[in-house]
C-alpha cells in the first residue's frame, strides 16, 4: 500500500492562476517527494522535503515551490499558471531506512484552460 | 546528470508469454534502480528494484537484471496475465542526487488474449 494521500484529485485553472497541492504520507514518513508527469516529458523530480526542509530540487521554474510542516505533510504551489503546467503531479513517500524506495500516492491532475 | 534510456516504447504479448524491457542509464554513480507499473488512472506503484551490488533479483514472476560495466537492467516478466498490462518505468538513483529519481520514458506493455 503507497501510504499517501493526496489533495484534490482533480483539479482545473485558469492560465494566470496560482494554485496549492497537497500531500500526506502516512504516520512517521518525514521524507517525501515531488514529481510532475506529461506525456510529452514524462516523469520529471520537481523537489524533495525531508523534516521541514528542502534537499533537493529538480530543472523546473521558481514559480514552483513546495513546503513541508512539521506534521510530515507536504504542499505543492505553483504561481502564475501556463497551459503546459497541465499535468498529473505525484507525491511520493521515501522509506526511511534501507534502500529508501519510494511509493507514490495517485496523484493530483491539474488541468489548466 | 542522470539520462535514462527505455525501449521498447510499446510491447504486445501472447497471454503466457514473457516479457522483456530494457533501461539504459548514464550515470555510473547511479546504484538503486526501481521498476514501477502505472495502471490507468493511478499513480506508479513498485513492482521490484535491484541494488547496484545485486546482479539479478526475483520476486514470483518478475525478476530484475542489472549489468554495471554495461549501464543496463531489464525487467523480466514471466507468465504474462492480462492484468500485466499497464505502462511500465525504469528509474534510476544516484548516489550524489539524493533521493531524486530519473525515470525511463516508459513502456506500454499490452498483454493480448
Known amino acids: 500500500k503507497a501510504g499517501v494521500t493526496q489533495t484534490p484529485r482533480y483539479l482545473i485553472k485558469t492560465r494566470g492562476q496560482q494554485v496549492t497541492l497537497s500531500c500526506s504520507p502516512i504516520?512517521?514518513?518525514?521524507?517525501v517527494s515531488w514529481y510532475q508527469q506529461t506525456p510529452g516529458q514524462g516523469l520529471q523530480f520537481l523537489f524533495e522535503y525531508f523534516s521541514e526542509t528542502q534537499r533537493n530540487k529538480g530543472n523546473f521554474p521558481g514559480r514552483f515551490s513546495g513546503r513541508q510542516f512539521s506534521n510530515s505533510r507536504s504542499e505543492m504551489n505553483v504561481s502564475t499558471l501556463e497551459l503546459g503546467d497541465s499535468a498529473l503531479y505525484l507525491c511520493?513517500?521515501?522509506?526511511?531506512?534501507?534502500?529508501?524506495?519510494?511509493?507514490f500516492g495517485p496523484g493530483t491532475r491539474l488541468t489548466v484552460t | 546528470g542522470e539520462n535514462v534510456e527505455q525501449h521498447p516504447s510499446t510491447l504486445s504479448v501472447q497471454e503466457g508469454d514473457s516479457a522483456v524491457i530494457k533501461c539504459t542509464y548514464s550515470d555510473s554513480a547511479s546504484n538503486y534502480f526501481p521498476w514501477y507499473k502505472q495502471e490507468l488512472g493511478k499513480g506508479p506503484q513498485l513492482i521490484i528494484d535491484?541494488?547496484?551490488?545485486?546482479g539479478e533479483k526475483k520476486d514470483q514472476r518478475i525478476a530484475v537484471t542489472l549489468n554495471k560495466t554495461a549501464k543496463h537492467f531489464s525487467l523480466h516478466i514471466t507468465e504474462t496475465q492480462p492484468e500485466d498490462s499497464a505502462v511500465y518505468f525504469c528509474?534510476?538513483?544516484?548516489?550524489?542526487?539524493?533521493?531524486?529519481?530519473?525515470f525511463g520514458t516508459g513502456t506500454q506493455l499490452k498483454v493480448e488474449l
Open positions: 528509474a534510476a538513483r544516484s548516489t550524489g542526487g539524493g533521493n531524486k529519481l530519473t
Open positions: 535491484i541494488r547496484s551490488n545485486v
Open positions: 504516520s512517521g514518513h518525514r521524507s
Open positions: 511520493a513517500r521515501v522509506d526511511r531506512e534501507g534502500v529508501r524506495e519510494q511509493y
